[in-house]
């Protein structure tokens, strides 16, 4: 109603809190249960949607007044987090009508007096995000233009957020933090071959290793791909062919977009 809707223009007029959620530094999420907050806010910016925006003001008043528990927070930003993902940041989809999805949400919360209540209004969000959700066959065609280049880096920073969230999937402790990831390239790009910047000609890998491996013979690399901490790149040393080349850079690629699409949708279910 028109409470909530003159809540939210105050919202929006609320500097520190727009700065927050739109610029998220670390030392606003000092709280171990608070990194997950973080790092959610920071996907939504590298994948540069803005839609949320308004919910997620909201969402965070909500919080500061007690009204939901921060354990629902990281659970409704974790499926934010995997939608724009697989609708903006991989489909590029068009949003008609999620904008007001939000607003919608973003009002009622402002007008919830408790928990319970709140729940509900989170529950709503998600059934109409979920129907809204990507087909399968869609995200692995644009999951499989993805590249990256020396020459073309637009995507650089999707990919490195695609290798960190497959690592935080294959970690079973919260102890690892990856070392700067740097992306190698399996076959090297002074092959020139037209899927060099492919994502599944791609590993993460720290930046010493990296200059170790260089354009060095593929079977050199194994080895030190191996002393790698990404557990990614470990894997791959293990399941290798014998070869590598433009047949197994599409195979591996088409690999990883299944896996991203089945851990983020399926299993979840």
């Keep these: 109603g028109e409470i909530g809707e ?41 994948f540069n949607v803005s839609q949320q925006k308004p919910f997620i003001l909201s969402l965070f008043k ?45 009002i009622q919360l402002l007008e919830t007096t408790n928990k319970r209540d709140c729940q509900v209004v989170l ?39 695609i290798f960190s969230y497959i690592e935080s ?8 933090k990856p070392d700067r990831m740097t992306l190698e390239h399996i076959l090297p790009q002074s092959s020139n071959t037209e899927c060099v910047g492919l994502i599944g000609n791609l590993l993460p890998l720290g930046e010493e290793l990296n200059k170790q491996a260089a354009d060095k013979d593929f079977n050199i690399k194994i080895e030190i791909y191996k002393k790698s901490n990404f557990t990614l790149t470990k894997e791959f040393t293990k399941n290798r062919p014998q ?20 851990s983020m949708w399926v299993r979840n279910q």
């Design 6 to 46: 003159n809540f939210l223009g105050e919202l929006v007029n609320d500097a520190g809190l727009y700065i927050k959620i739109s610029s998220p530094i670390t030392e606003d999420f000092k709280q171990q249960e608070e990194k997950d907050l973080y790092r959610s806010l920071l996907a939504l910016k590298i």
């Design 62 to 106: 909500t919080l500061e007044e007690k009204k939901v528990k921060l354990s629902q927070v990281r659970e409704i930003l974790a499926f934010i987090e995997k939608f724009h993902f697989s609708f903006n940041a991989i489909c590029s989809m068009r949003p008609s009508g999620i904008d007001k999805s939000y607003y919608t949400a973003a």
């Design 123 to 161: 529950d709503e969000l998600q059934k109409r995000l979920q129907t809204r959700i990507p087909a399968k066959s869609i995200f692995i065609n644009k999951f499989s233009e993805l590249r990256y280049i020396s020459k073309y880096t637009k995507n650089k920073k999707l990919i490195q957020y």
């Design 169 to 176: 999937t294959k970690q079973t402790t919260n102890e690892f």
């Design 243 to 262: 070869q590598w080349g433009e047949k197994e850079i599409i195979i591996r690629t088409k690999e990883l977009a299944e896996y991203c699409y089945d």
